[in-house]
C-alpha cells in the first residue's frame, strides 16, 4: 500500500506552516493552579523514578494482593504491569465506594434521547451490576469468556460491562452504528458466547432496530449461544426461543448481592476493534491492573477531577475506546458523578449540550473537535443562551483540534476561563498519553503539548532518530506505559509487525508529528492508510474492500480529503465493470447504501466519482497522493512515477463532465 501522508506529505505543509506561526499560549489562572489535583512537580516525580511513580498510581486502586514487580518488560513488546498483582475492577470501580460510605452519591445522570431520565446512585449501580454478573454466570460464563456488547447509550450497557469485568469475562463492545456484517466478523473474530443488545435505539428522534442486525450477524456465528436483550425503544422484534432472553425476565429476579473475585493483573479486561491498514480489523486487547491505574491517573490529573462537587460529561459512545476509558473505567474508579447522554446533540434542539450542561451543573466537558467545528457551525448564539457558568475544565479528543476550533470553544463555551485540555491518545494506548495539565501548562491552541508525567514520547525522524526543535516526523513512545494494549486478539505476529518493527524497540503510533520552537508537540494526523472521519477511525482498505465487494465495481480507490467539519471525509473513485464511465447517479446512491450496510452508515462515501482509470505507480500501488489532489481541488502534485501519466488527464477530463 502506499503511504497516503508523510509528516510532510502534500497538503500538510500549508496547515504546518499556521500551526508554526502559533504564538498565542494561555496559562492557567492563578486561583485554578492553586486548586489542582497535579502540579508541576509531578513531571519532576515522575521523572526521578518511574516506576515508583507507576506504583504510586497504582495505590489509588485496592488491591486484593499486592503486584511484587511494577513492569515486568522482559518479553517484549509484551509487557506485565503490577505483575502478581491481583484485584477485581468492577469492585473498584463500584463497590468500594459504597463501602466507603459514598453509596447515595450519583454516580450516572442518565439522559434518554427522548427527555426520559434515571438517577444512578452508587448504591444503585452496585445493586444492578450485581444483578447483571449473576445473570451472565447462570449463562454458564466463566472468567476468561466473551462477551460481545452492541448497545446504543443506555446504562444496561454499563451494567454490562461491569459485570463482565466483575466475572472475569472478556467484554467487545461493537459500536452501535456498525452493520451487522461489522458485528458479525467482531463476534467471530473473538469467539463471543453471549451478545447482549437492545431490541432498537433513538436516534434523531426516530428509532432504529438493532437487534435484528443482532439476528443477521449471529446466523453465521456459532459461538453465540445467547442473545441478552434489553427493552429500550418497545418495537417488534424477532425471537427464536432458547437463544434470545429479555434483560428484564433474566436480569431483574437475580440476587443483588455478589461476591467479586480477585483476578491477575493482567487478566484480560476487554477487546475492542479498531481499523488498521489492512481491511481486517484489529482487536486491541486491554488488561487489568495496569489499565486501571492509568486511566484512573489520568482522569485525575488531566480533568482535575473533584469527586465530592464535580460533574463530569464526556460526550463519547461506549463503541469507541473513549467510552470505555473516560466514561466507564477513569471516571467509575475515581467516584465520579457525571452525565451519560443517549442521544445525538441536535436533538430535539441543537442547544441539546449546553441545555443538559446547565440543568445538571457539568463543571467537566470532554468531547471532539468535529462536534465543536459542528457547534460553530450552528452559531455562538446558541451556547450563549444558556447558563454554563458551572463549566471549569474542557478537553478535547479524536483528531488534532484547529486552531480556530480551539478558539472559539475557549470563548463561546469556556468563557475564556476554562483552560482546554487536548488529549492525545489511542485505542492502543488505552489512556491519555500526551496533554496539558490544567493547572500546569500553558496551552497552545491545536497543541497537545506535552507528554503526561510518567509517558515518554518523542518525534523522530525516517531513520529513528530524534528530531530537533522545529522539526517534524514520526510519533513514537519509546518506554512502555501501564494501559498499553497487550496485543492483538490471536494476532501476535501483526502487533509486532504493525506496532514494534518500523521503529527497533519503539513503539510506532501511525501519526505525524512536529516539535514547535519551544518543544511543544503538535499532532498531524494520520501517516499511514487510515482516515479520521468524525473522530472515528476508518481504513481506505475497508472501504475500498466493501465497495468491490458490489457487483457492479471493477476497482477502487479511497482518500481521505480534508473537510471543514469532520476533518477528513471519504471520497471513493471507482472504476465500474464493463468500463462504464456513465456516473448514473442512481449507481453512486446504490454503492453509498451498500457501504453503509457492509461497515456502517460513518463509513458512507460523501462523494463517490466514476472514473474510467486510477493513477498507479510502476509497481501497480494506487497514488492516493494525486486522488487526493483531486478530492481536495488542488492543483495535482509530482506525476513522474506515474506509470501512465495520462491517466490523471483522463481522470479530470472524466470529472468535467457533468454526471
Ligand atoms: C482516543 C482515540 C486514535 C487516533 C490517533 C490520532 C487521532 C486522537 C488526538 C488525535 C490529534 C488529538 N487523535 N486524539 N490527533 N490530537 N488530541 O481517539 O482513539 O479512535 O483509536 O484514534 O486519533 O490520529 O492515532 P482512536
Partial sequence: MTRATG??????????DNLLSEDRAFPPSEEFAAQANAGAALYDEAAADREAFWARQADRLHWETRWSRVLDWSDAPFARWFAGGRLNVAYNCVDRHVESGHGEQVAIHWEGEPGDTRTITYADLLREVCKAANALASLGLRAGDRVAVYMPMVP??????????????????????????????????????????????????????????VDEAVQHTPSVEHV??????????????????????????????????????????????????????????????????????????????????????????????TGHSYIVYGPLANRATQVVYEGTPNTPHEGRHWEIIQKYGVSIYYTAPTLIRTFMKWGADIPARYDLSSLRVLGSVGEPINPEAWMWYREHVGANR??????????????IMISPLPGVTATKPGSAMAPLPGISAKVVDDTGAEVGRGGGGYLVLDQPWPAMLRGIWGD???????????????????????????????????????????????STTEVESALVSHPKVAEAAVVGASDPTTGQGIVAFVILRGGGAEAGEDVVAALREHVAREIGPIAKPRQIMVVPELPKTRSGKIMRRLLRDVAENRALGDVTTLQDSAVMDLISAGLRKPS
Avoid at 189 to 212: F, I, M
Fill in 7 to 16: 509528516p510532510d506529505g502534500s497538503g500538510q505543509s500549508a496547515a504546518l
Fill in 418 to 431: 476554562c483552560p482546554i485540555v487536548d488529549t492525545w491518545w489511542q485505542t492502543e494506548t488505552g489512556a
Fill in 492 to 538: 501476535e505476529q501483526r502487533y509486532r509487525e504493525t506496532y514494534w518493527s518500523r521503529f527497533e524497540g519503539r513503539y510506532f503510533a501511525g501519526d505525524g508529528a512536529k516539535y514547535d520552537a519551544d518543544g511543544a508537540i503538535w499532532l498531524l494526523g494520520r501517516v499511514d492508510d487510515v482516515m479520521n472521519v468524525s473522530g472515528h477511525r476508518i
Fill in 228 to 321: 441478552l436483550v434489553v427493552r429500550r425503544t418497545g418495537e417488534e422484534v424477532a425471537w427464536t426461543e432458547g437463544r434470545d432472553l429479555w434483560w428484564h425476565e433474566l436480569v431483574d429476579g437475580q440476587s443483588e448481592e455478589h461476591a467479586p473475585e480477585a483476578f491477575d493483573s493482567e487478566h484480560p479486561l476487554f477487546i475492542l476493534y479498531t481499523s488498521g491498514t489492512t481491511g481486517r480489523p484489529k482487536g486491541i486487547l486491554h488488561t487489568s491492573g495496569g489499565y486501571l491505574t492509568q486511566t484512573a491517573y489520568t482522569h485525575h490529573a488531566v480533568f482535575d477531577l473533584k469527586p465530592d462537587t464535580d460533574v463530569y460529561w464526556c460526550t463519547a459512545d461506549i463503541g469507541w475506546v
Fill in 156 to 213: 444496561e450497557a454499563i451494567f454490562t460491562m461491569l459485570a463482565c469485568a466483575r466475572l472475569g469475562v472478556t467484554h467487545s463492545v461493537v459500536f452501535g452504528g456498525f452493520s451487522a456484517e461489522a458485528l458479525r466478523s467482531r463476534i467471530e473474530d473473538a469467539e463471543a458466547r453471549v451478545v447482549v443488545t437492545t431490541d432498537g435505539q433513538y436516534r434523531r428522534g426516530k428509532t432504529a432496530p438493532l437487534k435484528a442486525s
